[in-house]
């Protein structure tokens, strides 16, 4: 780390003023980093500049949000082109209709859509669609899921799993909602009986918790024990929808859902979030239909359907619609994954990689994990020595104790060689 803080000077200033004005100094505590964060300048393609000049190679682009890496010309002169015409309306206009007609063109669960400004709104939006829709307040949702800090899912995420995931969350907001294992369709029938759930709220590949793929028949299982009990299927598909494929993994896989949560991609780099879903559904957002509030479920906000993330989003989309990017992106995914098994195979040390298309992730354990609390048991010290040493190697991603990475349109082979040639200088030199 002393190589780090030496080519670091400017950001160390930055982070002594930040952590007057920010509590820990970060904008979000995921960003930081031993012993303090690097402060980017300016960004394209998939390198970081930081404000003394150091170059890194980026394999979190924007929290998975940066498909196409950093500043794309096709969106950024699309956005200088709106910009000029408003960036705020706060009226109905036409690229929230363009954008909402492409997810239903490429989406498979999708006939209507409601935006957000952020993936968790758009589940918390979503859960309340489900609860007026079924008439039921249950819930069950995937332990170790990541849908955001939205209360009644912001449970059973880290370790130990049974304890509040955060201070003032209150008790009874959250006893309706149900933890079950990933990969477990016993698990998901249970908390089914009986008729009370409203929904199942699952993440069709494990985001944050690894980068864990579901078991071949496990999202169609979902979906049966669903249609058996009037339970309604979400798929939070803010990492995985246009990461697996321009239908998302919900075409990825052949499973439909009955609501969809977007977000990230779907912005094209700008603040965004969506749940979309079947028409009967989304009715019920309809103050139209269902004139008593009674009714109705709410949803509305400032910021949504605001024409820059609509128009970034449907740039994206229709350089993402013919799947020839993920043609080369999920090469490189391959590419890295089968590198860094190779080099875990010839180690003495205990790693297993997972992931699936253009994401990869790391876990400093044997075997491979199927679900969080197999995931739990990555060893945390190997995975920080890990991150602090491709830091070194002017490599970044998050977070330090499970590195999960995304490949973006832009790396090249060359990137790719050199992120798997700094992890096997760290696999031949570690020591415990
Ligand atoms: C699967 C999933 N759902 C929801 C969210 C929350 O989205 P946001 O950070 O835009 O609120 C995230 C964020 O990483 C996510 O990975």
Redo the contacts with the bound molecule.
């Keep these: 780390m002393s190589d780090y803080v030496g080519k670091t000077p400017g950001s160390k200033e930055l982070y002594e003023r930040a952590e007057k004005v920010l509590p820990a100094g970060v904008s979000y505590g995921i960003r930081d980093i031993t012993p303090y964060p690097f402060y980017v300048d300016h960004a394209k393609g998939v390198k970081l500049t930081d404000v003394d000049g150091n170059i890194y190679t980026d394999y979190w682009v924007g929290?998975g949000a940066l498909i196409l890496g950093h500043a794309p010309d096709k969106v950024m002169d699309a956005v200088s082109k709106q910009i000029g015409r408003g960036t705020h309306f706060g009226f109905s206009h036409g690229l929230e209709v363009e954008l909402a007609e492409r997810l239903v063109e490429m989406v498979p669960s999708v006939e209507m859509i409601r935006y957000t400004n952020?993936?968790?709104e758009a589940?918390m939006y979503a859960s309340r669609l489900a609860r007026a829709y079924t008439g039921r307040m249950g819930m069950a949702k995937i332990e170790g899921g990541?849908?955001?800090g939205y209360d009644s899912l912001h449970v059973g995420v880290h370790e130990p799993f049974d304890i509040p995931e955060s201070a003032g969350l209150n008790p009874k907001v959250v006893e309706d909602t149900l933890v079950i294992p990933f990969n477990n369709q016993e698990a998901a029938r249970e908390a089914a009986k009986g008729e009370k759930l409203a929904c199942i709220v699952v993440?069709p590949v494990l985001?944050?918790g690894g980068l864990i793929t579901p078991e071949p028949d496990y999202l169609e299982g979902l979906r049966e024990i669903c249609d058996e009990t009037g339970t309604l299927l979400i798929f939070?598909e803010?990492?995985t929808g246009f990461r697996l494929g321009p239908s998302c993994a919900q075409g990825f896989y052949g499973v439909t859902p009955d609501i969809t949560?977007l977000?990230k991609i779907m912005g094209g780099g700008f603040p965004i979030?969506a749940f979309c879903g079947r028409r009967e559904i989304f009715e019920r957002l309809d103050h139209r239909k269902y004139p008593k509030m009674e009714e109705r479920a709410f949803h509305g906000g400032t910021f949504t359907g605001n024409p820059i993330s609509m128009i970034a989003g449907i740039t994206t989309l229709d350089i993402l619609k013919d799947g020839k990017v993920y043609r080369k992106m999920d090469g490189m995914g391959e590419k890295v994954r089968t590198g860094l098994e190779d080099i875990a195979d010839r180690s003495s040390l205990d790693a297993t990689i997972t992931g699936v298309a253009s994401g990869f992730a790391i876990h400093f354990q044997k075997g491979t994990p199927k679900n969080i609390r197999d995931v739990a048991k990555n060893d945390k010290e190997k995975a920080r020595a890990y991150y602090a040493h491709m830091l070194s190697r002017n490599i970044a991603y998050v977070s330090p104790s499970l590195p999960h990475c995304f490949t973006a349109e832009p790396h090249t082979n060359e990137d790719i060689d050199e992120y798997l040639v700094a992890t096997e200088d760290f696999f031949k030199t570690y020591r415990e």
């Design positions: 929290h952020s993936g968790t589940n990541w849908h955001g993440e985001g944050a939070d803010v990492i949560i977000g979030g």
